[in-house]
């Protein structure tokens, strides 16, 4: 075979393994050289020297490489050894994800295709996808379409098939599998159980863990001991997979640390209020957003929970967040994510009675001066008509392409404010996310600041719009919405 180029390293299940791999290559002309944790240092660097130089192609090795020794020219890696370790699974492919002159790509072959029943296989998937993924049957399905630009995973049939039925199969009965996991969990091992360790351990989607039962619901069941009974558990269960997608700082760490004690009627409190409970305080029978949090800390289960969640989410940010200044007074922060009633209590567009306009994706606030833009990059043609899927973008991280409604045109109030948004000192805000939701739970917009400039203004019904962000977009959220060019 053409082995020019190779520098592979194989991951064995023990140390006899690797010996037998290493023996196995080297009959079959297949230049290998073993290293395990008796190898003495002074052969290790000879035989990693020999694979920089191509006079080895193949390493065998247990864990002596997965980390702490770096091969940026490592091309391949051979997995022949399934690991419960998420940690131990990620060192061992970072081996092959440095860059170095002239390597174009890591080749991993995978060769565990009989694996105990137990084996977690999803969560190493989950781990190489982006963020805000599909399901995992579903990326599956459909080729990984989340994984980070220039990857791609290819299964052969039968491995492919296999895979498949597997996760389904996990995911199929999510209270067995989320009890099972919970009532055998080591705190030896893993430490205390929160709810941050549940989802790294398991590698679920939070959304998909609190869709139908609380935090605290779970830990009864699968500890068979009497179900939490907070007063409006049917109300706020639902304020949960919302808070697992917010990630302003500020409000996250208001959450986990339970510190509501200078919560006023101002539009932080309303902001912080409409998270909660997704509905003006009036329609709720309160007289205060203070009231509205009294009654909220009644309800102990749920506000331990949330205080769980909102650290879990304190500590995965996708992207740097940051305070900027806008015109007016203002909560919101740069590339944090918010749900658009929070959005509008923010910008004096929803209230203590009303909650504002809803389902509409431009919103005007004439008091502030404001434009308030909520843009779903790629949307689902059984949910938006053809009048409302507009065309809208991102060109580059500064550049974004936005179309306004099909009835307007440049003559109009709305028109003229827009071409002329600086002279008339009107603020443009724009919001973005890539899909409307995240499994059963409505998507947060991502707030990607002011724009700073109108490049150009295109055709009449609708109106196309080339818009300079004064802040560059994350470069994560950029890559993620360029598939709907």
Known sequence: PELSGIEAVGFCAGVRHAEYMTLKFNEASLPAALIVGSTPVEERDHILNGLRQGKINFVFTVDVLSEGIDIPEMNMALFLRPTESLTVFLQQLGRGLRHAPG???????????????????????????????????????????????GCSIQLERVARDRILSKIKEAFSNLKDFVCETISTWDESVHGSLTFGKLIEETGLAPTQVLRNKSWSEWKATALEQPLPAD???????????????????????QIATQDFSNVVDDHAGLMLHYLIWNRPPSALGYGSVAESFRSWQSNGSIVADASEIAAWGGSNYAWPISSIELPYSSSLKLHASYGSNEIKADLGAASFTSSGQAGVGVIHVPEKKTYIHLITFIKDERKYSPTTRYHDYPISEFLLHWQSQSTATRDSVSGQNYLHFKERDYTILFFARIYDSVGHETAPFVFLGPAEELVSATGDRPINMVWRLKYAMPAALLEEAKPVL
Do not use: W
């Open 103 to 149: 390597k174009e790509c890591l080749t991993v072959l995978d060769f565990i295709g009989q694996m105990h029943a137990d084996y977690r296989l999803h969560k190493q998937f989950a781990a190489l996808l982006m963020r805000n993924r599909l399901r995992l049957d579903h990326e599956l399905a459909g080729d990984f379409p989340s994984l980070p630009p």
């Open 231 to 253: 007063p409006q558990m049917k109300d706020l269960r639902k304020f949960l997979p919302r808070l697992a997608l917010r990630t302003d700082p500020e409000m996250l760490k």
